[in-house]
């Protein structure tokens, strides 16, 4: 293990300064943490954001399952998923996916499958959820990992923008439109996996929205949802695959247009657009964003319209049992 990363309290992060400062850490000042330390070849670096420790370098185990986590956490987890998760080891399927809240890019979905042998090489090959990871480079590097250590049994459905807009307007809301990417997903890793039992993923809908899209011989299946799923393996594994293709896709179309296509929906988003709309013409977010987000209508708001008021959003979900 290289690289291990925990939230943290404001009270942990003190005392793993102090404990770091009695074990002879040097300390540099780094962008985004409250503290950065390193000793021989091992950094330890507290992020504000969270907050949350990343320790990395020569000795990371030793260090989270003697320093780490009786003096500071106060549990043993490292080394000891099975007791804590046994239903993490048994054969699953994990769904997850990225791009969900970008104005610009696809939505991706992936799937990975693991057993009890696959699931101990992820986490010892640091394996975590996506939001976790700070860095493109590593998220790249873990999918590499994930699609050695999986032996091929990987499922990722890319829906492009004008794809997705086109679907978005047939199926009328988001968790449909997810509800449908994710069974494509798992029907596809059936293909290759045909006897795995269950699938897990994060709490977006009711399950009967994935049970509803599933072919046939999909049915069979069990669809388990719940809070926080991406703590399970193998959607941790999924999330890296999916935001991959996520990055990928951004950094291709980018490159195609000569512009960075930026995530989120931040002030840099939005005159990204403005530039693309003031030379290609509104059509264009089409082809590059989710024309339903309200930037869509904030850019061009004579091609699409302002999406419905929360109110009334929140009324049209009850009547359509969304």
């Known amino acids: 293990m290289n690289s291990y990363t925990h939230p943290l309290s404001p009270e942990q992060a003190r005392k793993l300064r102090a404990l770091l400062e009695t074990l002879g850490f040097e300390f540099s000042a780094k962008p985004y943490t409250i503290f950065f330390a390193q000793k021989n070849s091992l950094t330890v670096a507290a992020y504000e954001k969270g907050p949350k420790v990343l320790v990395q370098g020569r000795g990371v185990e030793e260090f989270v399952q003697f320093e780490l986590e009786p003096k500071i956490l106060g549990e043993a987890k490292l080394g000891y998923e099975e007791v804590h998760s046994p239903e993490m080891f048994e054969s699953h399927f994990g769904v997850d996916e990225s791009g969900k809240g970008d104005f610009f890019g696809p939505l991706v979905i992936s799937g990975v499958y693991v057993d009890r042998g696959i699931a101990r090489k992820l986490l010892d090959g640091g394996v975590v959820d996506s939001k976790r990871v700070t ?74 929205v994935i049970e509803q899209s599933l072919f046939r011989h999909g049915r069979k299946i069990t669809i388990e949802q719940r809070p926080r799923a991406e703590s399970d393996i193998a959607v941790a594994a999924a999330s890296i695959i999916a935001r991959e293709g996520f990055i990928n896709w951004l950094e291709r179309k980018g490159k195609e247009l000569g512009l960075r296509l930026e995530r989120g929906v931040s002030a840099s988003v939005k005159e990204t657009a403005k530039k693309l709309v003031e030379t290609n013409g509104a059509d264009v977010l089409r082809e590059v964003a989710k024309v339903h987000f309200r930037t869509a209508h904030e850019i061009a708001p004579n091609d699409y319209a302002a999406p419905p008021a929360r109110e009334q959003w929140i009324k049209g979900r009850h009547q359509r049992g969304v």
């Open 135 to 208: 860095s493109d480079n590593r998220i790249r590097a873990l999918a590499e990992t994930i699609r050695k250590t999986s032996q091929g049994l990987t499922e990722t459905v890319l829906i492009g923008p004008a794809k997705y807009n086109d679907l978005y307007e047939k199926f009328g809301n988001l968790n449909k439109l997810l509800g449908w990417g994710h069974a494509r997903v798992i029907e596809n890793l059936l293909a290759k996996k045909p006897g795995c039992p269950r699938s897990l993923s994060d709490q977006f809908a009711d399950a009967r």
